[in-house]
């Protein structure tokens, strides 16, 4: 087991929520909030707190798209590409995160961990469009060369340590 991995984010949600079989979702969620994603170190312990397998742990993280088994970015950006933004080109605002942060379809964090670039079916915003949203913080009517400069922002945020 890692020593970076911290137990206690764990414990305190069994201990808020109860240590039940129906509580897997809810301490998968603390964990993820706390890490941005499942660190391996999360199945083992779950499954022993609440005594059930591994295995049903980790089919639950694996079964729900909002889990996530590989670390993300601090800034999590989703690019809506559901109707209403894809006819007002959103796809040239992710090519251009993607070429600004080096990213790819494939490669979607960036090495330092500063950024992670999703594309999703709707954010709900569909009037605003095309939008994105930074964790969770809606951006709308973005263009490329808005793009360029909310990076602009957020990497001096990286940069002093205000992410």
């Given at each position: ?66 889990f996530s088994l590989q670390p ?75 793009v360029s400069e909310l990076l ?12």
């Amino acid at each position: 087991m890692s020593s970076s991995f911290d137990y206690g984010v764990i414990d305190k949600v069994v201990d808020s929520i109860g240590a039940k079989a129906g509580s897997i979702i809810p301490i998968l969620q603390g964990v993820q909030e706390r890490y941005n994603y499942l660190p391996p170190e999360c199945f083992l312990y779950t499954a022993k707190k609440l005594g059930v397998s591994e295995a049903r742990i980790y089919g639950v993280a694996t079964f729900y798209e909002n889990f996530s088994l590989q670390p993300k970015g601090k800034f999590i950006i989703k690019v809506c590409d559901g109707t209403a933004c894809h006819v007002r080109k959103s796809v040239p605002n992710l090519e251009r995160l993607r070429k600004e942060l080096g990213l790819s379809e494939k490669k979607i964090t960036s090495g330092d961990l500063g950024f992670t670039v999703q594309t999703v079916a709707c954010l709900g915003a569909c009037s605003l469009g095309p939008a994105l949203t930074v964790n969770n913080e809606v951006y709308a009517n973005m263009t490329p060369d808005k793009v360029s400069e909310l990076l602009g922002s957020l990497k001096a945020k990286l940069a002093r340590g205000a992410a």
